[in-house]
């Protein structure tokens, strides 16, 4: 199946500084790519969908001043937590959707912010 | 909105034993996919059903999907301990997102 990467897979940062998660298709060129955040024992919540060389796309309650997509390439979309606080400490996952419709999922970024 | 239901939340099985887990869903979709993770991972997919009817098996694991009734099931058959993981169910509403369940929680004891 297609591969998707994440680069962080850990990252801890101090409060108040920015954190900027990759993205990648490694085999296939993804025009739509996913952004969800998971906290312990939940299930995965999108918080937007990153369309290349557009703006993305916030669901409700997501701060897009905050959490800064760029999706500049077919295969890289980033994912910048700016001035994190504790509260932003979770699982990041990714995914990227291929041409036929279906979401491959990057391996996670696990931020904690001191 | 679309809502995804999953149920049971939390499942505490012998090994030998046969479950079910359900998936409900509030609207038509054009597929629902079946995925598992383990703790401190992402997402493993296992299925990924199209149609009215389909039906898919992997190994002690089989997938089915009734549109009509808006409702797909996960059926593990003579558990093992390898099973043991948080599975999810998720809607994906004509290609446009993943609206994902509350997952249910599998621990299988010797």
């Known amino acids: 199946g297609a591969v998707v990467s994440q680069h962080p897979s850990r990252v801890i940062c101090k409060s108040g500084t920015s954190v900027k998660i990759e993205c990648r298709s490694l085999?296939?060129?993804?025009?739509?790519m996913f952004w969800y955040r998971q906290f312990p024992k939940q299930s995965l919540m999108l918080m937007a969908t990153?369309?290349?060389?557009?703006?993305?796309?916030?669901e409700q309650g997501v701060e897009k001043d905050k959490f800064l997509i760029n999706h500049a390439s077919l295969t890289l979309s980033t994912l910048t937590v700016t001035s994190a606080h504790p509260e932003d400490s979770s699982f990041y996952i990714c995914?990227?959707?291929?041409?036929?419709?279906?979401?491959?999922f990057g391996p996670g970024t696990r931020l904690t912010v001191l | 909105e679309l809502k995804v239901e999953q149920n049971p939340l939390f499942l505490s099985m012998q090994e030998g034993k046969n479950y079910t887990i359900y998936c409900n869903y509030s609207?038509?979709?054009?597929?629902l996919y079946w995925y598992r993770q383990d703790p401190g991972k992402s997402l493993e997919s296992l299925f990924v059903?199209?149609?009215?009817?389909a039906v898919k098996q992997e190994g002690r694991l089989m997938a089915s999907l009734d549109t009509k009734a808006r409702l797909s099931t996960l059926h593990i058959t003579a558990a093992v301990h390898d099973l043991s993981a948080t599975y999810f169910c998720?809607?994906?509403?004509?290609?446009?997102?993943?609206?994902f369940g509350a997952g249910t929680i599998l621990r299988v004891k010797s």
């Open positions: 995914s990227a959707r291929s041409e036929v419709n279906e979401q491959f």
């Open positions: 085999d296939f060129q993804a025009t739509t």
């Open positions: 990153s369309n290349e060389g557009s703006k993305a796309t916030y």
């Open positions: 609207t038509t979709s054009d597929r």
């Open positions: 059903l199209l149609s009215n009817g």
């Open positions: 998720a809607v994906d509403q004509y290609g446009n997102k993943l609206v």
